[in-house]
């Protein structure tokens, strides 16, 4: 029997980050759970966020435009960039393209369906899902819907469109692939979920033919994209301890490709790098995240449980800083920009630490709630979307 001390340390740990939900069998449309991304509505629960002090000589930070989308709710949404324009979503299903260079809407259309993830998008397509496992299509031009498909339970994560395919992974670890054309389903891969998971948007990454996808239980795999056949499968992390909550170990974020190796991070597990083609291990080191692996051409960048920033030597995974001046502010994913790192956090406050060392250089506000989603990269800045509906260009 778990102490009552470790289990409040668990509880805390697991409050502090993201809810943790119970499958209802397996396949089914109905997930009973606690509220995905409650904890950051009204700041976390658990330890005190650590409170910012100023910087001394900060970076020039420019907000490049900023323009209103739609609320997240508690889900977390993402934007895409495509074919030179940004594309985003919110809860109560309204479904936006801007213009990269200023912001400026080109069409916002409503989908008359509430939305639960972010946006995956090319020139031609753009596709969301619901918390009913519907996807939907639309026109990237006008935005018309073009076909509506379903998966087998909620979709948390951003689709992805590839090889003539929209691929989604459901909540339930599953991964469809539907023809871009009319929605068919080409094929699904099934897999047995663990009994209780993070209830988080864990994604896909398309390269060179191959779909890499992380699961619960520690899972990372290499599925064909035209088949569904998977390639390969290791084991990131085993679950460890004698209760399901200590053994919740779910691959978090979505796997990260450069050269010839694909990294991952998991949740109360490791974070590692393995080569692409065969899944062999480079290197393997303990950490615990529900943000994912970032990387460039040296380093990985993880942002723990507990809200600290390391740089690992990409090649070996020793560590190289760790910066916990950020501590339990329930950051984002670590985006690297040059000599730069940008992070943001439950406040909506966007961070900037210097690739090398770690050391905060600069910092700009958005809207004051908070930023789930991971940075992206555009072509002079990055893009942020928070919580309340905002998308910031920012550019450091």
């Known amino acids: 029997m778990i102490t009552t001390r470790r289990a409040a340390r668990l509880s805390a740990r697991i409050a502090a980050a993201l809810a943790v939900s119970l499958l209802a069998g397996c396949g089914g449309m109905s997930m009973p759970s606690m509220n995905p991304m409650e904890w950051f509505s009204s700041g976390p629960k658990g330890p005190k966020p650590t409170e910012l002090t100023p910087i001394a000589n900060p970076q020039a930070v420019r907000t490049l435009w900023q323009a209103g989308v739609g609320s997240a709710g508690v889900f977390v949404f993402s934007p895409a960039l495509a074919d030179e324009s940004v594309f985003a979503a919110a809860r109560d299903g309204t479904v936006t393209r801007l213009d990269v260079g200023n ?28 918390d009913k496992g519907e996807v939907i299509a639309l026109d990237a031009k ?127 597990g490791r974070a590692a790098c393995y080569e692409a083609q065969s899944g062999n291990q480079v290197w393997a080191r303990d950490m615990s995240t529900l943000t994912g692996m970032s990387i460039d ?28 001046r950020l501590s339990y502010r329930n950051l984002s994913l670590p985006l690297p920009l040059g000599d730069n790192v940008a992070v943001a956090d439950f406040q909506g406050y966007v961070h900037f630490l210097a690739r090398d060392s770690g050391a905060i250089v600069a910092r700009v506000a958005t809207d004051g709630s908070a930023v789930r989603a991971a940075p992206v990269k555009i072509p002079n800045g990055i893009l942020i979307q928070t919580a309340n509906g905002g998308l910031f260009a920012i550019a450091n």
């Not at 951003?158 to 080409?186: C, M, Q, T, W, Y």
């Not at 723990?304 to 740089?311: E, T, Y």
């Open 297 to 324: 051409a040296r380093y990985g960048f993880v942002a723990d449980d507990r809200g600290s920033v390391h740089a690992l030597d990409r090649s070996s995974g020793r560590s190289l800083w760790k910066m916990d």
């Open 103 to 130: 912001g400026r809407p080109v069409w916002r259309v409503s989908v008359g369906t509430p939305l639960s993830g972010g946006v995956g998008a090319d020139g031609n397509l753009v596709a969301v899902g619901t």
């Open 142 to 268: 006008s935005g018309a819907t073009r076909w509506r498909a379903r998966v087998s339970s909620e979709v948390l994560a951003a689709p992805k469109i590839g090889e003539g395919l929209v691929f989604v992974r459901s909540a339930d670890s599953r991964v469809f692939a539907f023809d871009v054309n009319d929605g068919k389903r080409r094929w699904v891969h099934q897999r047995a979920a663990a009994a209780l998971i993070v209830r988080s948007p864990a994604g896909l990454t398309l390269h060179q033919g191959n779909l890499y996808a992380g699961f619960s239980g520690g899972k990372l795999a290499a599925i064909d994209a035209r088949t569904g056949a998977v390639r390969w499968e290791v084991t990131v992390a085993l679950p460890k301890g004698s209760t399901e909550l200590e053994r919740v170990t779910d691959v978090s974020g979505e796997p990260m490709l450069l050269g010839r190796e694909v990294c991952t991070a998991a949740f109360q």
